[in-house]
């Protein structure tokens, strides 16, 4: 499928030329077997429910909220790039939102279950943006007790 | 986040943008960008992928960089011929439009209307609809851009180049999911989806122009849109060539 070195000179370029951020410090929080684990959504594939507004360049703007009971007819799609594939989502939403999956995971007891709430940012920013939503959306997290947070990009 | 106390896993698109952000634990998947989870459909391989991740979690220390060791499964490409019901060539016909690639538009669309239905039906769910613009309206509020007019804005809370975005991802996200409602299209990857519906369609032709009447545009968004956000910069420079 699409690696790096299958994609074009441009493509690669462009997308390697993307201003990216190093850290310092490597910080790590231990927690319990996965069977203990409250597990929550973090997608920056600018994912919305319907009736919510959708997602505009606004730097002020960073994230919507998922409920977790949310079905697949009610999660549409806002971001403004036109560089990733949205035909996998138009017909899976778990390709990008993997939301069945983790039930199922659930349902299972592999995971111990999942958060009240999810949350999606809009990936179309520049990074220095995302540092007080991340710490709010943490603040968030806490709150519904969750102890494992999933990143998907687009 | 980690920081914060929370424990983060996640996936890794751009192996080197991870390795230098050096996040607590991401696992690198060998998919296309749009999808970390390497496939539609195929809950097995989802699953697969999901249970890599949520496995770094119990790694004893980091940073964790893995890499997934599976490529996501082939589309069945070589079978899959996308057909348009219309024939695009004939732009004039007998209806009343002044405006031949207007009127090829709506034809098109309303030919793909079954597979689009049938789709909705299928799938219970659909990503069109997020301008809020209703399906029998799209190509005319999309294609008053390309004759160079402003139409009134139908949303009073996102900017008129915003709502042009939306409306273009709707129209695209109906002929996506309509032709891979059709019998033998389940399996069409996306570069061959999206070769059909930028090198086959009409709807593919009117935004390439749309593209550039928003590119010439004064208005700062507006030329943004036309310039970076309703073209793929692939497709964009296919066509220029």
């Known amino acids: 499928m699409v690696r790096l070195e299958s994609m074009s000179e441009p493509e690669r370029k462009m997308l390697l030329g993307f201003p990216c951020l190093s850290f310092d410090t490597s910080p790590w929080v231990a927690g319990p077997p996965l069977n203990r684990r409250r597990v929550a959504i973090i997608t920056t594939a600018g994912l919305h429910r319907r009736d919510d507004r959708p997602f505009q360049l606004d730097p002020n703007d960073s994230y919507r909220v998922i409920p977790g009971d949310v079905s697949a007819a009610d999660l549409v799609m806002s971001h403004i790039s036109a560089g990733f594939d949205r035909t996998g989502f138009q017909r899976d939403w778990n390709v990008v939102f993997p939301l069945d999956r983790l039930r199922e995971l659930a349902a299972e007891g592999v995971i111990g279950g999942l958060a009240d709430f999810h949350y999606s940012v809009n990936s179309a920013r520049k990074s220095e943006f995302f540092e007080a939503p991340a710490r709010e959306i943490a603040g968030l997290l806490k709150q519904d007790g969750v102890n494992a947070a999933l990143l998907f990009p687009v | 986040m980690e920081e914060a106390g929370i424990p983060t896993a996640g996936i890794s698109l751009v192996r080197p943008h991870t390795e230098t952000i050096r996040p607590p634990r991401a696992l690198w998947v060998p998919f296309e960008m749009g999808r970390p989870l390497g496939t539609p459909d195929d809950a097995a391989f989802q699953r697969r992928v999901l249970l890599a991740l949520l496995r770094l979690l119990e790694a004893p220390g980091g940073p964790v960089l893995e890499d997934f060791p599976e490529d996501a499964p082939e589309a069945a490409d070589e079978a899959t011929v996308l057909a348009c019901p219309v024939n695009f060539a004939r732009e004039t016909d007998e209806s009343e439009e002044a405006d031949p ?119 700062e968004m507006m030329h943004a849109m036309g310039s970076h956000f309703l073209v793929p910069h692939d497709v964009a420079q296919r066509h220029a060539e």
């Not at chain 2, 809020?132 to 999309?142: Q, R």
């Not at chain 2, 033998?184 to 550039?212: E, H, I, P, Y």
Request: hydrophobic letters at 40%; one cysteine or more.
């Open chain 2, 101 to 219: 690639l207007l009127a090829s538009l709506r034809r098109e669309m309303t030919a793909l209307r079954p597979w689009y239905d049938m789709a909705v039906n299928r799938r219970k769910r659909t990503t069109v609809g997020v301008s809020g613009i209703g399906l029998d309206k799209l190509a005319d509020f999309v294609y008053a851009f390309v004759r160079g007019e402003e139409p009134p804005n139908p949303r009073d809370d996102v900017g008129l180049p915003y709502t042009l975005k939306m409306a273009v991802e709707d129209l695209k996200a109906y002929y996506i999911e309509g032709i891979t409602a059709q019998p033998g299209q389940a399996g069409a990857s996306s570069r061959k989806l999206n070769d059909w519906f930028w090198g086959d369609t009409v709807a593919g032709r009117v935004f390439l122009k749309l593209a550039l009447v928003c590119e010439a545009s004064p208005d």
